[in-house]
């Protein structure tokens, strides 16, 4: 694994110091596990510093292109469509792939989180902006490292990370 392409190469497995996490998810089968006895319920996936920064500044992100604030922090959603027909372990990689590409792009510290929130608006990427009901967990590098195996499998050269550079 190429740790300047992917973007997420800190080699630590442990959370970094929040007082609003103290789990870390460390395995592709264990988010599976907490999404489905949640039925994926409100639960989302944040690249951030992690919550106490987000939290301590009003749960709200920003455009990237014009600076808005935006009504909500900007996050994937783990619930898995209906009409989703393959994995649940695919479905959560494809969320978690998608952006791997934002610790490189945002800097030291940017790691993925789980969080239970409610949707409060959509963003201008049409992505869901939502109010932090509870954070849950970090995901650990090795999830990551998991699910770009996982997605890669998939042998598709027509997919890859959401990344506009």
């Known amino acids: 694994m190429n740790p300047t392409r992917t973007g997420h190469s800190s080699g630590v497995d442990r959370a970094p110091d929040d007082a609003s996490l103290t789990r870390t998810i460390v395995s592709l089968d264990e988010l599976a596990a907490l999404v489905a006895a949640e039925n994926g319920g409100d639960l989302y996936v944040r690249w951030s510093l992690g919550p106490d920064v987000d939290l301590a500044h009003g749960q709200s992100s920003r455009d990237g292109l014009?600076?808005?604030?935006?009504?909500?922090l900007s996050a994937s959603s783990l619930r898995v469509e209906p009409w989703w027909d393959r994995s649940l372990r695919l479905?959560?990689?494809r969320r978690l792939y998608d952006y791997r590409h934002l610790p490189e792009l945002r800097g030291p510290g940017v790691r993925p989180w789980v969080l239970r929130g409610i949707e409060v608006a959509r963003g201008p990427d049409n992505e869901?902006?939502?109010?932090?009901?509870?954070p849950v967990a970090w995901v650990?590098?090795?999830v990551l490292h998991a699910a770009e195996r996982l997605v890669?499998?998939?042998n598709s050269p027509e997919w890859g990370p959401m990344d506009r550079r």
């Open 66 to 72: 014009t600076g808005v604030a935006l009504p909500g």
């Open 91 to 93: 479905w959560l990689a």
């Open 128 to 134: 869901p902006l939502v109010k932090c009901d509870r």
């Open 140 to 142: 650990a590098d090795t």
């Open 152 to 154: 890669e499998e998939q």
